[in-house]
């Protein structure tokens, strides 16, 4: 059943090219984050997603884009 | 005076040994921008006003988070960074934009190593020494 192969060659490349983009765009949310660190070495990292990154990495966006200008 | 040229010094050495940074300034306590390797003095204005902002809301962050006060921070975005080093004293900060993903540690020693040799005391003047004259007088 040349037709059936072929079909299940396609539909295996799609889902893994699909897997293959959210993967990597769930990669690249998680990139995004803010490290913040105290005088005794110790450290909280507010990544993408929690209620104080939003406004932290908005405000972090304009900064780059504003010395791009 | 002879500070803001101490810090331009700086941040010109600062940018020559580290390639991964785009943009640096020095940051007084009020605001004020002692030097920068921005172009014009109101982008680097603008510039300070928004690292201003970036360290209130972290400041907020981290104490929600159980941190009082902090002394660094990173904020990493697809675009690039955003590097805040605070003097101990809290006398002045230093902060950079350097490119996406960027060697953490190494820009952290590079911006505290130029912020410390700005804060550093200058070399004492040598001591003049009396002509006889004024001294006997």
């Known amino acids: 059943m040349p037709r059936r192969k072929l079909v299940t060659s396609l539909l295996l490349g799609a889902g893994s090219l699909a897997g293959s983009v959210l993967y990597r765009r769930r990669a690249a949310r998680h990139r995004?984050?803010?490290d913040i660190y105290a005088e005794d070495g110790s450290m909280v990292s507010v990544a993408d997603g929690a209620p104080e990154a939003a406004r932290l990495l908005s405000l972090a966006h304009e900064l780059i884009h504003s010395v791009e200008s | 005076m002879l500070r803001t040229v101490d810090a331009a010094q700086a941040l010109a050495?600062?940018?020559?040994?580290?390639?991964q940074i785009v943009h640096v300034a020095i940051?007084?306590?009020?605001g004020g921008v002692l030097a920068s390797t921005l172009g014009d003095e109101r982008q680097a204005g603008r510039f300070a006003e928004g690292v201003a902002r970036l360290l209130e809301e972290a400041d907020v962050a981290g104490a929600v988070r159980g941190l009082a006060g902090f002394v660094q921070l990173e904020a990493a975005t697809l675009d690039g960074s955003i590097f805040v080093v605070r003097?101990?004293?809290?006398?002045?900060?230093i902060a950079a934009v350097t490119r996406p993903e960027p060697t953490?540690?190494?820009?952290?020693?590079?911006?505290?190593?130029?912020?410390?040799?700005v804060g550093a005391p200058a070399p004492?003047?040598?001591a003049t020494r009396r002509k006889?004259?004024?001294a006997s007088s």
């Open chain 2, 124 to 126: 004492p003047a040598r």
């Open chain 2, 13 to 19: 050495d600062l940018t020559e040994i580290s390639s």
């Open chain 2, 87 to 93: 003097s101990p004293a809290g006398s002045s900060y």
């Open chain 2, 27 to 30: 940051v007084d306590r009020d």
């Open chain 1, 32 to 34: 995004e984050r803010v």
């Open chain 2, 104 to 117: 953490v540690g190494l820009v952290f020693y590079d911006l505290k190593h130029c912020l410390k040799s």
């Open chain 2, 132 to 134: 006889k004259a004024d």
